[in-house]
Every structure is written in structure tokens, then in C-alpha cells.
């Protein structure tokens, strides 16, 4: 069969044992290790629709969806007949291919509203990571200053300058930052509340003309989902040109996946409240761009961008960077993700967000479910929360049983309560029946914990 190194008799423990012994905590990324919620993380071995199947037969409602990029659901024949006859073509030149001219194209024309159209110019890279490290490689090259502001429990990837109070794996871990990271590194990064325009303009006071950029996730979703007060980003945006400072906005989660032209495009069309009529300088891409290949990108202003080597004296490079089957997959799933995709995310989203609210609430457990487009979380807070310090104080304990719970039902949920939930177009009504079904007693699970 096509998995020759599995074996049905062969379980999850074992698996995990043998992975402990050759990979640190036997994973690659570190939430994968189900630190928080406890247990054998699933070895999954295939992935079709909104399914996956573990290494000991048993299949699963995934809304994990590799944490973002399957928004057409796993493995999609027509995203992976392009992949195959990429491959088929050969599967790295490192020379440049008409396949990357074509994808540059489709985000700049995607992510567009009206006559605004913030993509000049793209730079293809392999992770998010290297995506927003390159950002502010380019905003410090571009401006001339040193510093950096981002928001606590916003996590950007793990380079050095933005492991800052950042969410995602060191949320769940309880981690204030990384060990490695020299002082003075540190010293340059500046991180504020988030939704606190009163910091921001404090901290341009306190450094005039020192800071380079603001780098923000378009709509947080790493400390679970925070979606930005009516009008921050757009503040955002009116203090940074007014301070000669840039602002990198974060699409890597929400771009191609809360709507066809990312957050942005929702904000900028009226979609959601006080967004309309900024431009982020620089924005970042990851995931949905990939299809579920490692491709990742960043894009903006011309006048910035070209800033970028060999124009610019801002050097970027990557052996793989535009890989030619990560680009196909990209091509593919950009060209599949129509309007309609992204109405049967939004309503399935909704439909889960509400009956998983319902069951919750029937079980008398202190929530709150919070969203940004189709992207939703829950926290076990007794208020809405608005920073990471309000979703640091919940009641985390309740998401162990709780997942533990779906999990047995068969629903493979984010292995931390400070992680999205991602549905996807292939959802279909059995696959959210199942999700239903698992709900009460997961509610239960939680109200007891
Ligand atoms: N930015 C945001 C907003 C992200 O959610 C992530 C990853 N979850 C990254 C950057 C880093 O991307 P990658 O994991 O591909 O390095």
C-alpha cells in the first residue's frame, strides 16, 4: 500500500514512543505534542475532505485543516492532479518559472476592493515565518529605524524579534518569549496591548522617529480569535504614515481564508465595521496561499518592495523559495476558492460556533465564543475577552475533558483552547452531524473538569 512504513497493528503510543526517542518531544512544532490538553497525539495518516484517518484506522471530523490552509477541504482532486503534474515536471529548479508570475498575478488582482489595491509586488517564500521576518528585515531597511511594535498574544512565526508575549505553541505553553534570543534583540521589539491605540501613540512619543514598523495579525487568532476593535487597523494604519513608520499586517492565518481578499478585503468592502478606506503597506501571506504546500509570500507598496535584493539592498533568498509544486497548489486552490467556497465556510462556521455556544451553555459553562469572519474560538472566560491578558485569565482547565471528549467522538478539534477552530467547504452536512453529535457530552466533559 501507499504507506509502507505504517502498519494497522501498530498504535498511536507506539508511534508517539518511537517518535520521542529520534525527535524532540517526538514532534516538529511544538503544539502538536498535545502538551496542553494531555494524551497520545492522533499519527495521522491520510486526509480526504473534512476527514482524517489515524495510523490505527480511525477516521476523524478535522477542524485543525493543517491549521489553516485546507480551505477546500483535504486533499482536493483538482489541487492534487496540479501538484502531480507539476512534479511530474520536476520538482525544484531554482530558476525562476512562469508559475510564480502567474500566482504574483492572481493575489494582486485578488486582493483588491474597488480601486484599492494594496499587492503592488510579491516576494514568494517557503514559511510565514520567513514571510514576516523578511517584512521587517524590509520595513527596518526601507525606514532606516531600528524598532518594533507588535501585540501581545499576536504570534508572527519564530524568528528572533517576534517571539515576544507572542501566542500560538507559546501561548499554550505558558512561555513569555524564547530562550536564544539575545537582549539586545529583545531591547528592539516593543509589544503592546492589543486594541490599545493609547499605547501605540505613547510609544511613538517615547521613540520618536525610532520605530520602523508596526506589525500586526489582521485579526488576531492565535490567542484564540480576537478580532480587532471597529477601526483599529485602519487607526493603525493613519498613525504609521503619520510617524513614518510602516505597517505590516499579518494575513498568514486570515488571508484567502476568511474571504477571497483576506481580512483586509472584508474591512476595506464594509464587510466589517470601521475598516474602510486604509491600505496596510506591507502584508504577509501564508497557508491558504500554499494550498497545503510549504509557500508563503509578502507583498505591498512597490516603492517598498523594491527595496528587496536584487533591486534593493534588503536582501531575501531562498533555495526554494517559488517552488514549482507549491505554486501549482497555490494556482489551484486560489482558482477554487470562489464566492461559494467561502459562503459554506462562513455558514458552517457559524452553525458550529452557535450549537457548540448552545451546548456549552446548557451545561451552565461561563464562555465566550469569539469570531472574525469564519474563524472562531472559544474561551472560558465569564466576558468577552479583548487582549491576551483577559485570555490568559480563563478557565483553561475546561479544555482538556472537552477535547479529550470530542476526540473519542471522532472530531479532531485544535489540541489548545488558544488556537482557531477551521472549518472547511468540504464539510458537508454529515460531517458537521458528526461534529453535533459529539457536542453534548463534551459540554459535560467540560462542566465537570
Ligand atoms: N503569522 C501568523 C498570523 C500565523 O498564524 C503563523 C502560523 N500559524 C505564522 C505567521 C507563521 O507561519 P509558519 O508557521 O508558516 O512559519
Do not use: C
Not at 257 to 267: D, T
Amino acid at each position: 500500500s501507499e504507506t509502507s512504513t505504517t502498519n494497522a497493528s501498530t498504535t498511536n503510543d507506539q508511534y508517539f514512543v518511537r517518535a520521542k526517542a529520534s525527535i524532540p518531544g517526538g514532534v516538529n512544532s511544538p503544539v502538536r505534542a498535545y502538551g496542553s490538553v494531555g494524551g497520545t497525539p492522533r499519527f495521522l495518516v491520510s486526509a480526504n475532505g473534512p476527514y482524517v484517518t489515524d495510523a490505527e484506522g480511525r477516521e476523524y471530523v478535522d477542524l485543525v485543516a493543517s491549521w489553516g490552509p485546507a480551505i477546500l477541504g483535504h486533499a482536493h482532486p483538482t489541487v492534487v492532479s496540479a501538484v502531480q503534474e507539476a512534479a511530474a515536471r520536476g520538482l525544484s529548479f531554482g530558476a525562476s518559472t512562469p508559475g510564480e508570475t502567474e500566482l504574483a498575478e492572481l493575489v494582486r488582482s485578488r486582493v483588491s476592493v474597488g480601486d484599492q489595491a494594496p499587492i503592488e509586488k510579491i516576494r514568494m517564500v517557503s514559511t510565514g515565518t520567513e514571510a514576516t521576518m523578511t517584512a521587517i528585515r524590509l520595513a527596518r531597511g526601507y525606514t532606516g529605524r531600528d524598532l518594533l511594535v507588535k501585540f501581545a498574544g499576536h504570534y508572527h512565526g519564530h524568528s528572533d524579534s517576534l517571539l515576544a508575549e507572542a501566542g500560538s505553541g507559546l501561548a499554550t505553553l505558558a512561555l513569555p518569549g524564547s530562550a536564544g534570543i539575545t537582549a539586545e534583540t529583545a531591547a528592539q521589539t516593543i509589544v503592546l496591548p492589543y486594541n490599545d491605540l493609547d499605547a501605540v501613540r505613547k510609544a511613538f512619543d517615547e521613540n520618536s522617529e525610532r520605530i520602523a514598523a508596526v506589525i500586526v495579525e489582521a485579526a488576531a487568532a492565535n490567542m484564540g480569535v480576537l478580532a480587532p476593535d471597529p477601526g483599529f487597523n485602519k487607526a493603525l494604519s493613519e498613525i504609521t504614515t503619520q510617524q513614518g513608520a510602516l505597517l505590516i499586517v499579518d494575513e498568514v492565518l486570515t488571508g484567502f481564508r476568511v474571504g477571497p481578499a483576506g481580512w483586509w478585503g472584508l474591512e476595506a468592502s464594509g464587510a466589517v465595521p470601521g475598516g474602510i478606506g486604509w491600505k496596510p503597506d506591507l502584508v504577509t501571506f501564508g497557508k491558504v496561499i500554499g494550498g497545503g504546500m510549504p509557500l508563503a509570500a509578502l507583498g505591498g507598496r512597490a516603492e517598498i518592495m523594491d527595496y528587496l535584493a536584487p533591486l534593493g539592498p534588503v536582501y531575501q533568498a531562498g533555495t526554494l523559495s517559488g517552488n514549482p509544486v507549491a505554486v501549482a497548489a497555490g494556482i489551484a486552490t486560489l482558482q477554487l476558492a470562489d464566492a461559494s467556497v467561502y459562503a459554506r465556510i462562513d455558514e458552517v462556521a457559524a452553525l458550529v460556533a452557535r450549537e457548540t455556544s448552545a451546548a456549552l451553555s446548557r451545561e451552565g459553562v461561563a464562555h465566550s465564543v469569539q469570531n472574525a469572519g469564519s474563524l472562531f474560538s472559544f474561551s472560558f472566560t465569564h466576558g468577552a475577552p479583548r487582549d491576551y491578558d483577559d485570555v490568559r485569565a480563563q478557565e483553561a482547565f475546561r479544555y482538556p475533558p472537552f477535547f479529550h471528549a470530542m476526540l473519542d467522538a471522532g472530531v479532531n478539534l485544535p489540541p489548545s483552547v488558544f488556537e482557531a477552530w477551521f472549518l472547511t467547504a468540504a464539510h458537508d452536512d454529515r460531517a458537521v452531524g458528526r461534529i453535533l453529535e459529539a457536542l453534548p457530552g463534551a459540554a459535560r466533559a467540560a462542566a465537570a473538569a
